[in-house]
């Protein structure tokens, strides 16, 4: 039990929040030519600075990354300048901002590959389902099954596009995004990783490429800056595993001599789309009691259910998707007790202002 409410102080790592509404990265799909931020993203992120610490959409640590339209990158020069203004609108606001680095893996398409290439993965093994490409959907391709020797490569990659957010952009921080089968999410699970090198088959090998990326990333901007966030139980992206309790109970135990800012665990409320599937093991519970650092949770949370959570000592903190898409001061509302604006999930990905920046805050409602 916690004494604890959405509206305690929390520290995470070097980061300080004065609340625990967390906005959840969301992938937007605004990002300008050459995947780079615009000032209407620095508009929308600043909109939301009330949060305890906003995590932006996932963002692109290296060429072969993408796997959506105008998804953005953190590898040139001009999307980190471009993301150094959102990070300065941020802090003008009095916020904290803390990078999602992605590699979307076999969640991709030639089209989104330098030379049409196909995208890579550990295994050669297509996620079943369709992906959107800017020219209609098209079957997921298969994959190329990474050779050992350029592992090093893609976590450098992470390295260096934590070095960019942090020392360059001037972020807060950086969450590894270890969930909803991209990259990281296809070596952890047996589903899409079927490696017979050391990053396949145990538990201890499909957590490797993941505890390499921490370790790289640690290393390069300090532990107290980074996040990782895992979706356990998820489905999304065609994932699954035979045993995710003995995988990521093994994942969060060496995750904690790293001492990191937080970890962000996904496991849906009951009858939310990102809950565990009908029958399948509930896991966030177990991991909280392993892990020893602070625990973000996420998964269609209302504030009594975020409140209760904390209370119960379930989670240091809570993160919030859809309502900060249309509640742009979403902690004041909670405070306040205020009814919440709903979202319109046509605009959610693509497009300009509109269910962008246009939602209003309270006072506005009021006026
Ligand atoms: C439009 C949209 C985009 C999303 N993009 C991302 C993303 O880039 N990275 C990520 O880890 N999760 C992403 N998610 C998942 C959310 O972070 C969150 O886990 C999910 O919406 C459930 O939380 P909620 O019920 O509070 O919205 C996205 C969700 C939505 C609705």
Same mark, same amino acid.
């Given at each position: 039990m916690s004494n604890a409410d959405l509206f305690t102080p929390l520290r995470l790592g070097?980061?300080?929040?004065? !609340?625990? %509404?967390?906005?959840? /990265?969301?992938?937007? $799909?605004?990002?300008?030519?050459? !995947? @780079? +931020?615009? &000032?209407?993203?620095?508009?929308?992120?600043a909109q939301r600075a009330s949060a305890g610490l906003i995590i932006t959409e996932a963002t692109q640590v290296s060429d072969t990354a993408q796997g959506y339209p105008n998804t953005p990158g953190i590898h040139t020069d001009a999307q980190t300048l471009a993301w150094r203004a959102v990070a300065e609108a941020v802090h003008a606001e009095g916020g904290r901002i803390a990078a999602q680095l992605w590699h979307v893996g076999r969640i991709s398409h030639p089209v989104f590959q330098p030379g049409g290439a196909l /995208? %890579?993965?550990? $295994?050669?093994?297509?996620?079943?389902?369709?992906?959107?490409?800017?020219?209609?959907?098209? &079957?997921?391709?298969? /994959?190329?099954?990474?050779?050992?020797?350029?592992?090093?490569?893609? @976590?450098?990659?992470?390295?260096?596009a934590a070095k960019r957010a942090v020392f360059d952009a001037g972020l807060d921080g950086v969450e590894i995004h270890g969930a909803n089968g991209y990259l990281i999410d296809q070596?952890?699970?047996?589903?899409?990783?079927?490696?017979?090198?050391?990053?396949?088959? $145990?538990?201890?090998?499909?957590?490797?490429?993941?505890?390499?990326? %921490?370790?790289?990333v640690t290393t390069a901007v300090g532990a107290n800056r980074v996040g990782v966030r895992l979706s356990p139980t998820g489905t999304f992206n065609d994932m699954a595993d035979s045993?995710?309790?003995?995988?990521? $109970? *093994? +994942?969060v135990q060496a995750l904690n001599p790293f001492g990191l800012?937080?970890? *962000? @665990?996904i496991e849906g409320q009951p009858g939310h789309h990102m809950a565990p599937p009908e029958g399948a093991p509930h896991v966030a519970a177990e991991l909280r009691r392993l892990y020893k650092g602070p625990f973000i949770i996420n998964g269609g949370y209302t504030k009594e259910q975020a409140e209760a959570a904390i209370t119960a000592g379930a989670a240091d903190a809570v993160s919030f998707g859809e309502p900060f898409i249309s509640? &742009?001061?979403? &902690?004041?509302?909670?405070?306040?007790?205020?009814?919440l604006t709903p979202p319109d999930r046509s605009t959610y990905y693509g497009g300009d202002a509109k269910g962008y920046t246009d939602y209003p805050a309270l006072e506005t409602v009021d006026a």
């Open positions: 070097a980061i300080e929040l004065p !609340n625990r %509404v967390i906005m959840a /990265p969301m992938t937007r $799909s605004r990002a300008g030519e050459g !995947n @780079v +931020v615009t &000032p209407l993203t620095a508009e929308y992120y /995208p %890579v993965a550990p $295994s050669a093994i297509a996620a079943q389902g369709e992906l959107y490409t800017g020219d209609g959907m098209k &079957p997921f391709p298969t /994959p190329r099954a990474l050779e050992t020797n350029e592992i090093p490569g893609l @976590v450098k990659a992470f390295a260096d070596f952890l699970r047996d589903r899409s990783n079927k490696r017979t090198d050391r990053y396949g088959g $145990s538990v201890e090998n499909r957590a490797r490429f993941l505890l390499e990326i %921490v370790d790289a045993d995710p309790l003995a995988l990521y $109970s *093994h +994942v800012a937080f970890l *962000h @665990v509640n &742009p001061d979403l &902690p004041e509302r909670f405070r306040a007790g205020a009814e």
